[in-house]
């Protein structure tokens, strides 16, 4: 069993199946509202439903251009991502991020990164060769850009290599999808700031470090031994966590702090057994 099975069982064993997803939150069967930290490992890292990508997804969806030929929508991810990235790139889309990663390494082995947002302030992505990039789509699983930088010794190596590169092509709906994610993400970069994820740090500093608006388990406060319990207290608690004790959670952008009042007032205590 995974560790991502292992979350959504314990979270059908106490509150049933989910049954909608708005914001930060998870509403269940059990009519429990959900504090969602884990964001789907960062996909909804902007939130569950209700976005202007879901929106583009659907209207798309609603022309029938479900196929994998070229659209209007086709170099819209391109567009976007150089946007995000301040300089013109070439991207190419992959179904997962390991495929993604090894085709950076194989072209950029010396000039390649994540991006991660709000976590590399002080980055000029202009001087980085190769910028692995997931569109912040959390209805689509997967899919994982590489941009790469427009040199004379990029274009001749990637001359020598794209094809052996494992890309995928998406229908238009996910690609229109992917390019608005993008945009709502460069909207949410400079909109949203320190300002907004500190207001939870009474409580969650006490077992997270935080970093901008990622949360690291704090080891010597959760042991990995005791962190399936420590899950399974915040899951009580009505708050979801990452899963994978070396991942990060992610603070509710916009929630009421209240959120935590359950966590607050019973604090998880490892036990010696």
């Known amino acids: 069993m995974t560790e991502l099975d292992y979350l959504a069982e314990e979270i059908y064993k106490r509150y049933g199946s989910v049954k909608r997803a708005r914001g930060s939150f998870l509403y269940t069967a059990k009519q429990q509202r959900l504090t969602d930290m884990f964001r789907e490992n960062g996909r909804a890292i902007l939130g569950w439903g209700g976005s202007s990508a879901f929106t583009q997804f659907k209207n798309v969806l609603n022309r029938g251009l479900t196929g994998g030929f070229v659209s209007d929508f086709t170099n819209r991810p391109q567009k976007a991502i150089s946007d995000l990235l301040g300089t013109q790139r070439k991207v190419y889309l992959f179904a997962d991020k390991k495929s993604a990663m090894e085709a950076a390494l194989n072209v950029c082995s010396e000039s390649t990164s994540v991006f991660k947002p709000w976590s590399q302030a002080n980055v000029d992505w202009k001087t980085v060769d190769a910028v692995i990039v997931a569109p912040p789509l959390p209805w689509i699983s997967g899919i994982t850009a590489v941009a790469f930088n427009h040199t004379v010794d990029i274009e001749i190596k990637l001359s020598h290599c794209e094809e052996k590169f494992k890309t995928a092509r998406f229908p238009a709906p996910v690609e229109a999808a992917s390019a608005r ?12 700031s320190e300002k907004d994820w500190f207001v939870y740090d009474k409580v969650l500093t006490r077992y997270w470090r935080r970093e901008g608006p990622y949360l690291y388990i704090k080891t010597d406060i959760v042991s ?8 399974q207290h915040c899951l009580d608690c009505g708050v979801i966590i990452n899963p994978v004790y070396e991942g990060c959670s992610i603070v509710p952008f916009g929630a009421n702090p209240g959120v935590f009042s359950k966590l607050s007032k019973a604090p998880w205590i490892p036990s010696d057994k």
């Open 181 to 192: 994610a993008v945009y709502n993400l460069i909207k949410a970069l400079q909109e949203m």
């Open 224 to 231: 990995r031994e005791k962190f399936p319990s420590f899950l």
